[in-house]
């Protein structure tokens, strides 16, 4: 397993959700060095643990991902609410609030309930595991961490998670395709229903003046038809 870098060793929980080189007293956000599909991800990683921390930021740094921290649950929930990331790793024991509650929690938030949430655990037992799943979340991995697992896990997730971004924005697109369609089928359909009826005043006119002998009785025929269609009021209209 890779080790840290010396400079994660420094860990300490601090009120900011981001990790990196310690600079006035806060964690920024690690350059982002690689130009993939899902490079310029953003993971929070939440655990009590220094160890923990400094070993999966370690890990996902060098895969380019923008990590976050959280020191337990409470501030989990905080940081995602001030920017949701694009997948979480959490731990189960923590103390105030642990993983589980931490994970029914945002599944519980329409906003948040799609981040896809991978349970990191020293947990071995199949009742852990099943209380990950039953409570929302998309992946289990037991500490301690194979590195090699975890970024195959990670990017397994946040490909699948980016796919269903784009079957989201290709449904979306769809349907406003389809509303706009539906509006302009609409629009032609009364527009077609207008001249009908235009072409049915015409014809009762033509027919009503070639009935009638005398202009003065063909004129208020054709009032009277034009009025009935537009629904005039013929009361003060004189002869």
């Not at 070993?55 to 649950?73: C, D, F, K, M, W």
């Not at 609030?97 to 071995?124: H, N, W």
């Not at 009935?228 to 009361?235: C, E, K, L, S, Y």
Request: charged content about 20%; overall charge negative; aromatic content about 4%.
């Amino acid at each position: 397993m890779r080790r840290p870098h010396s400079n994660s060793s420094a860990l300490t929980p601090m009120h900011d959700t981001s990790i990196g080189h310690r600079s006035a007293g806060k964690w920024p956000i690690l350059p982002e060095t690689q130009d993939q599909e899902t490079s310029h991800a953003s993971i929070l990683v939440v655990d009590d643990n220094p160890a923990n921390l400094r070993l999966l930021v370690g890990i996902l740094t060098e895969q380019s991902y923008r990590v976050h921290v959280a020191v337990n649950g409470v501030r989990a929930l905080e940081a995602v609410e001030a920017a949701p990331p694009d997948l979480i790793l959490l731990d189960v024991s923590m103390p105030e609030m642990d993983g589980y509650e931490v994970c029914r929690k945002l599944k519980a938030d329409p906003a948040t309930q799609s981040i896809p949430i991978i349970f990191v655990s020293a947990g071995s037992s199949t009742k852990n595991q099943v209380s990950a799943f039953e409570c929302g979340a998309i992946d289990y991995i037991q500490k301690p961490i194979q590195e090699k697992e975890l970024i195959a896990r990670v990017g397994t997730h946040l490909k699948t998670r980016e796919l269903q971004r784009q079957l989201e924005q290709l449904n979306q697109s769809l349907e406003g395709k389809v509303l706009q369609r539906t509006e302009l089928l609409q629009e032609s359909n009364e527009q077609l229903q207008k001249r009908n009826e235009f072409l049915c005043l015409l014809q009762e006119v033509s027919s009503a003046v070639n009935k009638s002998s005398q202009l003065e009785v063909a004129i208020r025929e054709v009032v009277q038809l034009v009025a009935t269609h537009t629904q005039w009021d013929i009361g003060h209209i004189y002869l």
